[in-house]
């Protein structure tokens, strides 16, 4: 597959990249500042470009199989999230490729708490997270709303950090996935393997999943 990928040298994004090029697929490796291309895996197509631009999301999608977003808004930026992601989409709809996002976590509900969602319990989201568990809410909104857009959101489990690739996960949709103590994990490693898995066997249109151990 020819897969782009933006906010390709960030934590996920990064590893997105790498997870494909392992797989044999052809990766054009976005990021907005040219200095960052030191920082992605070897072996993708550096280009620089901008989610927030309609026009660099129309440019870098045309030709290709996948679009795969990874990017993030800085902290104190939150409230821009979904105004690009509402872009994304827009510069997407004109070339017609699929869309995998990398979401958040914050608008899954959790299991037992008779519909809480996880930006509200202190247990998961503590308050200095709240802002991007708010906008990643947001974000999803805009998805739900888009009808054009061939799209899938993935919203990671709780707890998402740099880790080990074992290839093993549990598929959920819109309730966040925990263990038997209650824990709520997946590595970043292990996120790309399903985000990948995804993009190659696809199983969710225009619909969000979660992922975690």
């Known amino acids: 597959m020819r897969i782009t990928v933006f906010g390709a040298a960030g934590n996920v994004g990064s590893r997105v990249v790498a997870e494909a090029l392992s797989r044999g697929h052809e990766v054009t490796a976005v990021v907005r500042d040219p200095a960052r291309f030191p920082h992605l ?21 045309a030709g290709q199989d996948l679009v795969i977003s990874a990017t993030r808004p800085a902290p104190g930026r939150e409230s821009e999230h979904a105004a690009t992601t509402r872009t994304l989409l827009a510069g997407l709809a004109r070339t017609g490729v699929r869309l995998l996002l990398v979401g958040g976590a914050g608008s899954l509900t959790v299991p037992g708490s008779g519909g809480m969602v996880v930006r509200d ?47 093993t996960y549990r598929l959920g949709t819109d309730e966040l996935l925990v263990d038997a103590e209650g824990n709520s994990a997946i590595s970043m490693e292990d996120l790309a393997v399903a985000l990948l898995d995804e993009a190659e066997r696809p199983k969710h249109r225009r619909a969000r999943f979660t992922v975690a151990y």
């Open 41 to 61: 895996p070897a072996g993708a197509e550096a280009r620089t470009g901008d989610a927030a631009v309609a026009d660099d999301v129309a440019a870098l999608s």
């Open 121 to 167: 319990d202190p247990a998961f989201a503590p308050a200095a997270i709240r802002p991007i568990a708010q906008a990643g809410t947001e974000q999803l909104a805009v998805c739900r709303a888009e009808t054009t857009v061939d799209w899938a959101y993935l919203s990671p489990a709780a707890l998402l950090a740099p880790g080990e690739r074992t290839g």
